[in-house]
Every structure is written in C-alpha cells, then in structure tokens.
C-alpha cells in the first residue's frame, strides 16, 4: 500500500498514513487531530518508489535523435 502526506483541512495537522487508494478514495482516512476526513494531499517529496526511471522528467528527448538534450 502507498503513504500518503495528507493535511486535514480543518486544522491543518498534517500526517503520513499508510492507506490502499480505495480507502483514500472512499474517505476512509480521517485526522488523527480532529477525525475530519477533510484531507488534502501534501506533495513534499517522493515517498513512493516510481518504477519509471530517474530521468523521466517528462521533457527528455524520446526518439533519440539527441541523446536526450533537444528538449523533444
Ligand atoms: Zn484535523
């Protein structure tokens, strides 16, 4: 299951929990402050391994006609 950085939009506790996405996405997670289960995601750092390689950033060359430095 991924951990999510999620921050309650009531009082502003933000927390790290273990969830499956089923339970995110049927609110199941609540604050452990106020037990609102008014959560937003917190995008801080990677904490969930990607498959995908590091250098993915979404701008690097793809048909190889650079070596990767043409932007396409
Ligand atoms: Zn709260």
Redesign the pocket.
């Known amino acids: 299951m991924p951990f999510y950085d999620l921050r309650?939009k009531?009082?502003?506790?933000e927390f790290n929990v273990r969830a499956s996405i089923k339970e995110r996405e049927n609110k199941e997670i609540e604050?452990p402050?106020?037990?609102?289960h008014e959560l937003e995601a917190v995008f801080k750092s990677v904490n969930i391994i990607s498959s995908s390689k590091s250098s993915d950033s979404g701008y690097s060359c793809t048909s190889g006609c650079c070596g990767g430095s043409c932007g396409f």
Request: aromatic residues 0%; glycine residues 10%.
């Open positions: 309650c009531d009082c502003g506790e604050c402050n106020c037990h609102s």
